[in-house]
């Protein structure tokens, strides 16, 4: 209601207790186009949509390598989302100047937390706009994080954002006790399968969908057009997934007011997480799908 | 998150950044410290040895068997040529997967230690049960060791990591105070190197690795052969097992001396 004289700064607390300028910048992943990240037993998966522009025909980098065995998947500011993957990279490649070994990808994404919440706690920072899937194969496993412009740092069997994701956010959850048994092919058509219900009706021209996959003896891999193509018509013979009218919250057009009575964004994160005791980035994230 | 270390580049211009360095402006990061000129000036040959006395550690032997390590060395630490301190631990264990067994400058060793000791401590902070390797920590000392040699002032140490991986599979080396590393079923420092190794390889099955008792049967034989021959050390030893069944110094053992061969040398 006068969230207006407590949105300024990011150090500015409202009166119930929130953090506006962080939970605008949860807005602007949900403006973002959306990706899916999913894990089985031995792959961790990830697939977005990417826009094409018909004039430039270039493909917007979504999906971006940070080293051998960890990639991610972003979701809202590029610009935000080069830096922050471009500090990821130095990070891992300065383990492996120091330790001759893989960093863990559970230590990596710890620290990029503890990186983006100082900046929800400075007066001359702004948090960063951007939503990330991190995936990654190490010895403890293949791994999906959801790290978000909170710092809140989520470990995750499944996960979508973005906007419409609320719909592969659906299907993740239905599918999700299969992943374990599935083989690659199969962890494949599961992403798609999701991601599909993310293209409104009419966007199915100006978006593609990229693959990318990381896990048991295959570096971090991103699919070729020809390999995104034959797993995209493998799909095509499936039956159709959630449609993305049914996915009232996250429609674009909404108008900020509208949305500030829910609270912050669905976009995977349940309302005045900001309070809670795990908003700075844990090690020890809880599962969420 | 890289250093410049560049104190022996004269600036280009006063108050300027030596060229590759940020631009210290004023309230901004802190300076690159400046080393004492004791630490940095070079000595002839590029040594320096400072005029402090130094307390050091003799041999350290590795062996590699086929399910793990073993590391032995004796438990004294001298004074120049005097036995000062006769009961000290060389051979530690690092973490579950890993054991060092330090030599040279025995402050040095202390010193290196601790830092690893924080570190191991930052691990379990992280609370996520993983445990650095062997080949990680011996990867991490050649870029502190190297580093330290490149700014003209070393760590004065030869030591000797070993352990098991995850998989089981062990790893030893040798990593010295240049930041020279090398992995090898037997590594050795000091006189050991001389003595040790020659006798070690001599008895290598050529198709398989060690067994356990093969192993340490040899640990016995070289640091007996070490105590005849090697003027500064004692008989007593402690010997590091680290194995997939687990990581652990065993000791202090002693070596059997048996002088009476000296009655037979012309002139005793």
């Excluded at chain 1, 908003?279 to 599962?287: E, Q, Y």
């Excluded at chain 2, 590759?20 to 400046?34: C, E, H, I, L, S």
Aim: contains cysteine.
């Amino acid at each position: 209601m006068f969230r207006n004289q407590y949105d300024n700064d990011t150090t500015t607390w409202s009166p119930q207790g929130r953090l506006f300028q962080v939970e605008y910048a949860m807005e602007a992943v949900k403006q973002g186009a959306a990706t899916v990240g999913l894990k089985g037993a031995d792959y961790a998966v990830l697939a977005a949509l990417c826009r094409t522009s018909k004039d430039t025909n270039t493909l917007q980098r979504k999906i971006m390598p940070v080293d051998e065995h960890v990639g991610m998947s972003i979701a809202g500011l590029t610009a935000d989302a080069r830096v922050v993957c471009q500090y990821m990279r130095t990070e891992c490649m300065a383990y492996r100047h120091s330790y001759d070994a893989e960093f863990p990808v559970r230590r990596l994404v710890a620290n990029l937390g503890n990186k983006l919440q100082t900046t929800t706690q400075r007066y001359d920072r702004r948090p960063y706009g951007v939503g990330m899937l991190v995936a990654g194969y190490d010895e403890q496993g293949p791994h999906i994080y959801q790290v978000m412009p909170t710092a809140n740092v989520l470990n995750c069997k499944a996960m979508a954002i973005g906007s419409r994701s609320q719909s592969a956010r659906t299907y993740l959850e239905r599918n999700m006790e299969s992943f374990e048994d599935c083989d690659m092919d199969e962890l494949i058509c599961h992403a798609i399968q999701a991601i599909r219900g993310s293209l409104g009706s009419d966007d199915a021209d100006n978006l593609t969908i990229n693959v990318a996959i990381v896990g048991k003896d295959m570096p971090f891999k991103m699919f070729t057009d020809a390999e995104n193509q034959m797993y995209v018509e493998m799909v095509k013979g499936m039956e159709p997934p959630l449609e993305a009218d049914h996915d009232a919250l996250s429609e674009e057009g909404m108008s900020d007011d509208d949305m500030m009575d829910h609270g912050p964004s669905s976009s995977g994160v349940p309302p005045n997480d900001i309070s809670d005791m795990e908003t700075t980035a844990s090690t020890g994230g809880h599962d969420a799908h | 998150m890289l250093n410049n270390y560049n104190s022996l580049a004269q600036p280009m211009w006063q108050n300027g950044p030596a060229p590759g360095a940020f631009y210290n402006f004023t309230g901004g990061q802190t300076p690159v410290q400046q080393l004492p000129r004791e630490l940095t000036t070079v000595g002839p040959y590029g040594t320096n040895h400072s005029t402090a006395f130094s307390t050091t550690g003799t041999s350290v032997l590795g062996i590699r068997y086929d399910s793990g390590v073993m590391l032995a060395a004796d438990t004294l630490v001298s004074y120049g040529s005097m036995a000062r301190y006769q009961n000290i631990e060389r051979v530690f264990k690092i973490n579950k997967n890993i054991l060092l067994g330090g030599s040279g400058d025995f402050a040095d060793i202390q010193s290196i230690k601790r830092n690893i000791d924080q570190k191991m401590i930052e691990d379990q902070c992280c609370d996520d049960n993983i445990e650095m390797k062997p080949k990680s920590l011996a990867s991490w000392m050649t870029r502190v060791l190297y580093n330290r040699r490149s700014r003209m002032n070393p760590l004065y140490i030869d030591v000797v990591v070993g352990g098991v991986d995850n998989e089981g599979t062990p790893y030893l080396a040798n990593v010295d105070l240049r930041g020279r590393s090398y992995e090898d079923y037997v590594v050795a420092t000091g006189f050991a190197r001389h003595l040790a190794i020659p006798l070690v390889r001599e008895k290598k099955p050529k198709d398989r690795d060690f067994t356990a008792v093969e192993a340490s049967e040899l640990i016995r034989t070289c640091m007996e052969v070490l105590y005849y021959r090697d003027t500064r050390n004692i008989s007593q030893y402690t010997v590091g097992v680290c194995s997939v069944n687990g990581c652990g110094v065993e000791g202090p053992f002693q070596v059997n001396e048996n002088w009476t061969f000296a009655e037979t040398i012309k002139g005793y």
